[in-house]
């Protein structure tokens, strides 16, 4: 039984407990870059996710093999051949997407939480712990992502953008905002103050649930 | 695009952390006091100038020719990585003090987004060897800039009454907000205003 709980816990303490953007604070570049869109922000967040799973899985898988000196370089590059792999195929099936990301789909190469679950988490686990803490901690960022760019698209521009499909463009509008939207929170000022005011937001929300 | 319209566009119209999002960690990590601030600047100007040329020259002369340009991503940090490696080694061989005022730096350039960014936006604006040298200058100087000032900022803030709840990392982000604000002041008109376009 509390082998089960352990496992369970690699899993949810991505979300609250250890969350990336809020109190672990790695990865904010992309967060904060790709926000302004609510598909975007998802798109990114399930990138992320992407990678972060099988870098996890062969880095764990690997941790015996690879040799203590050249860790890092080796993490990168096995980070990057994943992060060009997924570049590929969203060129090819998601072409709007890949524009959209821009350069940030490269850029999750240098995204610290990989490489910062890498080290401190795939290298001394097991590959089922790794995979748990990967899935975790994607989904925690893509939940992250999903808010703040709710936030900023709701306010800034009056529209909600999703994925388009055959007979639906995939953009609900807001009325009234639609009208009067708050422009500075899809520019770079409006990222930032949101961030600012995320944050202590986040930490009660932990604070209440560990009182009780 | 003219040299001096480079630099302007990425210290001020383009800058990195204000504008682009690239390099948040760093900068909201090192900019506690001033005196990190500015080494964190100089070792990371120092990295972006050399590492644009170079990896313009592996994606022109290497990676081109062979018809390899999706193998770009991979190219770039490899090269990063190494370069900083060799940086770090030649600075601690050449200058000890220089060595021990940045040394602790360099390894975090790395995995710093500004350093990989411009290489990768030098590309895709098709820019020269001489241009990508003085984009990846002007990057580092921007970031140089802005986490200058935000470490300013902090020092003072540390005197300030701020609510508890604020206290530490919120707080840096609602300043570095403002100060995105005060940025949004250069935009593309102030290259056309001064004739450089």
Redesign the interface.
């Known amino acids: 039984m509390s082998e089960k709980k352990n496992h369970l816990m690699e899993f949810t303490k991505g979300f609250l407990k250890e969350n990336p953007t809020f109190v672990v604070?790695?990865?904010?570049?992309p967060t904060?870059?790709v926000s302004t869109q609510v598909a975007n922000g998802i798109g990114m967040g399930l990138s992320a996710l992407f990678v972060l799973f099988f870098s996890n899985i062969l880095i764990s898988a690997m941790r015996k093999v690879i040799p203590d000196s050249i860790h890092?370089?080796a993490y990168?590059?096995i980070i990057?051949?994943l992060?060009?792999l997924i570049?590929?195929f969203m060129q090819a099936y998601l072409p709007s997407l890949y524009s959209a990301l821009g350069?940030y789909l490269?850029?999750i190469?240098?995204n610290?939480i990989i490489?910062g679950r890498a080290e401190a988490f795939a290298s001394k686990n097991g590959i089922l712990d790794s995979a748990l803490d990967a899935l975790g901690m994607g989904l925690g960022l893509t939940m992250n992502l999903t808010i703040i760019s709710l936030i900023r698209e709701v306010f800034g521009a009056g529209t909600i953008t999703l994925f388009a499909t055959k007979n639906w463009d995939g953009v609900i509008h807001i009325p009234v905002l639609n009208q009067y939207p708050v422009r500075?929170m899809t520019?770079?000022?409006?990222?930032?103050?949101?961030?600012?005011?995320l944050?202590?937001l986040f930490?009660?929300i932990i604070a209440k649930k560990e009182s009780k | 695009m003219s040299i001096l319209a480079i630099l302007l566009t990425y210290i001020f119209i383009n800058n990195f952390i204000l504008v682009q999002f690239l390099g948040l960690c760093p900068f909201i990590g090192v900019s506690k006091n001033s005196e990190n601030a500015i080494g964190m600047g100089v070792a990371v100007t120092f990295v972006t100038a050399i590492t644009s040329v170079i990896c313009w020259a592996v994606y022109h002369l290497l990676l081109v020719p062979f018809h390899l340009e999706y193998l770009e991503t991979l190219a770039f940090i490899l090269v990063i990585a190494s370069l900083v490696q060799f940086v770090e080694m030649f600075i601690k061989k050449m200058s000890p003090p220089l060595y021990k005022a940045l040394g602790i730096y360099l390894p975090l350039i790395t995995t710093n987004c500004v350093v990989l960014g411009i290489a990768l936006i030098n590309i895709t604006n098709q820019f020269n060897a001489l241009q990508s040298f003085f984009s990846g200058l002007a990057a580092g100087l921007g970031f140089t800039l802005a986490i200058i000032l935000m470490s300013n900022i902090r020092e003072r803030m540390d005197y300030k009454p701020v609510p508890k709840a604020f206290k530490g990392m919120p707080i840096a982000f609602v300043s570095a907000g403002l100060m995105a604000l005060a940025f949004m002041a250069f935009d593309k008109s102030l290259l056309t205003n001064l004739h450089l376009v």
């Open positions: 604070v790695l990865g904010l570049c904060l870059g890092i370089p990168i590059v990057s051949a992060v060009t570049q590929m350069v490269p850029l190469v240098v610290c490489l500075v520019l770079a000022a409006g990222a930032l103050l949101l961030m600012g005011y944050f202590p930490h009660k």
